[in-house]
């Protein structure tokens, strides 16, 4: 790990593509983990638990990297779980990791306050799951984007189709009201459900080519996968798999696979109905809200995909650089 390493907690609702997103920032050499806290979202919440401790021993950091459990439901509203999508437990439908770890002793969004005052400017929160540990972590310091050093959100639908519902992403519409607070208090760079299908999908021949690895981190991704790809075959009728937060953990690690990005005003319905989640993006300046949000507008996808293979043939991300 360099000295100059990025130092990140990461927020998550462990399923299958956050395990890989794990993987990428434990592997790289730009980023220091420092603690993973567990959100509400894709799966019963112990589950995902078990999930974020079992991927942190893959990557040889269960010793070194604590899991916080946080928030158990949403701030206000009741979500559904997206077995449907990456199985029952979350990892394909199959593994159900009991590792036995300890949790740490502090609720998730205590634990992001706590390290944010001790170590102000210094921390980056990677944000992979329902925004509710945010949104409390802010009641109990108004101050908290002033103690970051920077937010990093996967999250949204910029002006395209969701994907739980046709107006909404699932991580802005299982919890809104945090969504709503998050992006209204934080300075945000986000990486929207857009993004992540135009330029972080792996077709039929790529998802191929990775099974002929024989690595632990390969068979990892093939287990985790298969619940996702029968899924995308049934739903869309395509094989493939999208990584919605491993890429935004590449771009925090290679910031120079954005290729475009603008800064505007975005919020999000709350409202319950056929606009939940809904994210309103300002593209146009047409309304008189504050434009601070950071917005990925096109990604590099072939070199995301190198970043990807070299981390499940168990060497650094940057190596596919």
């Not at 459990?69 to 029952?88: I, M, Q, T, W, Y």
């Not at 108004?142 to 992403?169: K, Q, R, Y």
């Not at 093939?222 to 995308?232: D, L, P």
Request: charged content about 25%.
């Amino acid at each position: 790990m360099s000295d100059d390493a990025r130092r990140v907690i990461v927020d998550t609702d462990t399923a299958g593509d956050d395990t890989q997103a794990l993987l990428l920032a434990a592997t790289s050499e730009r980023l220091d983990v420092e603690g993973v806290t567990i959100c509400t979202g894709n799966v019963e919440f112990n589950y995902m638990v078990e999930n974020a401790k079992y991927t942190l021993g893959l990557a040889g950091l269960a010793e070194d990297v604590t899991v916080y459990e946080g928030a158990r439901e949403p701030l206000v509203k009741s979500h559904e779980h997206a077995e449907h999508v990456h199985g029952e437990g979350g990892l394909g439908g199959e593994l159900f990791p009991d590792t036995g770890i300890p949790s740490g002793d502090q609720h998730g969004a205590d634990y992001i306050v706590e390290q944010a005052r001790e170590h102000p400017g210094e921390i980056t929160l990677v944000c992979i799951a329902p925004l509710t540990n945010v949104a409390l972590a802010l009641r109990k310091e108004p101050n908290l984007g002033e103690l970051l050093d920077e937010v990093w959100v996967m999250g949204g639908n910029v002006n395209c189709l969701g994907n739980i519902t046709p107006a909404a992403e699932f991580n802005f519409w299982a919890d809104p009201e945090a969504a709503k607070v998050a992006l209204r208090e934080l300075d945000v760079t986000l990486f929207d459900w857009g993004v992540t299908v135009r330029d972080t999908a792996f077709d039929a021949d790529t998802l191929a080519r990775f099974e002929e690895s024989d690595t632990e981190y390969a068979e990892f991704f093939e287990e985790i996968t298969q619940s996702v790809r029968e899924f995308n075959q049934e739903s869309f009728g395509e094989d493939m798999t999208t990584q919605p937060d491993a890429g935004l953990v590449a771009a925090l690690i290679a910031p120079d696979l954005i290729e475009a990005s603008g800064t505007y005003h975005v919020d999000v319905d709350e409202r319950e109905g056929l606009t939940r989640g809904y994210t309103s993006v300002d593209e146009n300046g047409v309304t008189d809200g504050e434009a601070r949000t950071r917005v990925i507008e096109s990604f590099d996808a072939e070199r995301f995909e190198s970043m990807f293979e070299a981390m499940l043939f168990e060497e650094s991300p940057e190596a596919g650089l």
